[in-house]
């Protein structure tokens, strides 16, 4: 019985010491959220752009571009892609690959000197023509960028550039935010 007390004594007082260090975290948090924030929600609407430059040995071998209208502080996203049927090397059966490009983004804050914050996700995966693995399936390629970084109104500004890892290519992501309204 006495064992029974001091576990139930143990388990509450850890409670009490783990909810108050997540106040204390949170607090923390709030306070450095608006410290980062020192510009204003934003108001307005904004087009922003975004260039996904594909490079080879230096050279630009492809460009795309992406182009959303943000409002306010609510999330955008684009879904670009194909669902590619790959077969399993045990059974007959197919399995969906959803390749292509994913793009999220918002804008945190206004600043008064012509600049916002930008938070984006982009995502892009393909099929690397040729490769196999083991088991005779493609293989995929996947690239992911999670930024969160003040941009000048107006130009174009390198936000990520990701070096493939089984290539000599680069991958660029530019991005152009300008005021509608």
């Known amino acids: 019985m006495r064992k029974v007390r001091v576990c139930v004594l143990l ?8 909810s108050a260090s997540s106040k ?20 307005g609407d904004y087009k922003v752009e975004f260039t996904l430059t594909e490079l080879q040995d230096g050279q630009r071998s492809n460009t795309r571009s992406y182009t959303m209208t943000l409002h306010g502080f609510y999330v955008s996203q684009i879904r670009s892609g194909s669902r590619v049927p790959v077969s399993s090397a045990d059974t007959k059966a197919f399995q969906y690959l959803d390749v292509g490009h994913n793009i999220d983004c918002r804008v945190v804050t206004e600043r008064g000197n012509g ?7 982009i995502d892009v995966s393909n099929i690397i023509p040729g490769r196999f693995s083991e088991t005779d399936t493609p293989l995929v390629r996947q690239l992911r960028s999670q930024t969160q970084g003040e941009v000048q109104l107006g130009k174009r500004t390198l936000i990520s550039s990701i070096d493939d890892p089984l290539s000599t290519r680069r991958f660029q992501i530019e991005v152009t935010a300008t005021r509608l309204r």
């Open 115 to 121: 600049y916002v914050v930008l938070a984006s996700t």
């Open 11 to 18: 388990a509450i007082a850890s409670l009490v010491a783990v």
């Open 24 to 43: 204390y975290v949170l607090s923390q948090e709030a306070s450095v959220d608006k410290k980062a924030d020192a510009g204003t929600q934003p108001q």
